[in-house]
T-cell receptor, first 113, second 113 residues
Framework: KQEVTQIPAALSVPEGENLVLNCSFT??????LQWFRQDPGKGLTSLLL?????REQTSGRLNASLDKSSGRSTLYIAASQPGDSATYLC????????????FGGGTRLMVKP | EAQVTQNPRYLITVTGKKLTVTCSQN?????MSWYRQDPGLGLRQIYY???????DKGDVPEGYKVSRKEKRNFPLILESPSPNQTSLYFC????????????FGQGTRLTVV
């Protein structure tokens, strides 16, 4: 069964800092990996999707990398802003039916003005 | 607009009173899934469905039922809700079990008193 770990669990930084959020997973048999953002009590918003054959994806100030063989992904946030404050969830999409939609516990990010 | 729609968004009910949370997607997706999200426990999968009339248990299926009579709908049924089922529930869908993107509903906040 896929185990997904996100480090750190919580992070508080001043505005403007560059950040790295980490995700590790135990089963490397994945189709892709998706990063989501969740605001308190709200739904999940997809940020980036990296296919298993890709090494990284970029969207604006966000860059996600994937090292499938070692079971790791990182989400890099450049020049953080207070509006980035949210919980970030990592989701490796497993090839095994039961592991298809497994999530990490998330990293709760607070960016202070 | 492509979306996953859950109803209701908020529900307060009493112990033992049967309820159904509906989930509908308009993207002709084969794969659908239900999650519950609790503080400190993250997102946990309740049930999933690979296609019409094909459903299977996730990590925490006790106390829940699902059905998949049509491709677009995947209702979650609580036959006799209990207070420990108070949670934030999410429905998700994806095109198939392959390397496709997952889409989430906006969530249903359920309180059982």
């Amino acid at each position: 069964k896929q185990e997904v770990t996100q480090i750190p669990a919580a992070l508080s930084v001043p505005e403007g800092e560059n950040l790295v959020l980490n995700c590790s997973f135990t089963d490397s048999a994945i189709y892709n990996l998706q990063w989501f953002r969740q605001d308190p009590g709200k739904g999940l918003t997809s940020l980036l999707l990296i296919q298993s054959s890709q090494r990284e994806q970029t969207s604006g100030r966000l860059n996600a990398s994937l090292d499938k063989s070692s079971g790791r992904s990182t989400l890099y946030i450049a020049a953080s802003q207070p509006g980035d404050s949210a919980t970030y969830l990592c989701h490796p999409r497993g090839r095994n039916a039961g592991n298809m939609l497994t999530f990490g516990g998330g990293t709760r990010l607070m960016v202070k003005p | 607009e492509a979306q996953v729609t859950q109803n209701p968004r908020y529900l307060i009910t009493v112990t033992g009173k049967k309820l159904t949370v509906t989930c509908s997607q308009n993207m002709n997706h084969e794969y659908m899934s239900w999650y519950r999200q609790d503080p400190g426990l993250g997102l946990r999968q309740i049930y999933y469905s690979m296609n019409v009339e094909v459903t299977d248990k996730g990590d925490v299926p006790e106390g829940y039922k699902v059905s998949r009579k049509e491709k677009r709908n995947f209702p979650l049924i609580l036959e006799s809700p209990s207070p420990n089922q108070t949670s934030l529930y999410f429905c998700a869908s994806s095109l198939d079990r392959g390397p496709t993107e997952a889409f989430f509903g906006q969530g249903t906040r359920l309180t059982v008193v």
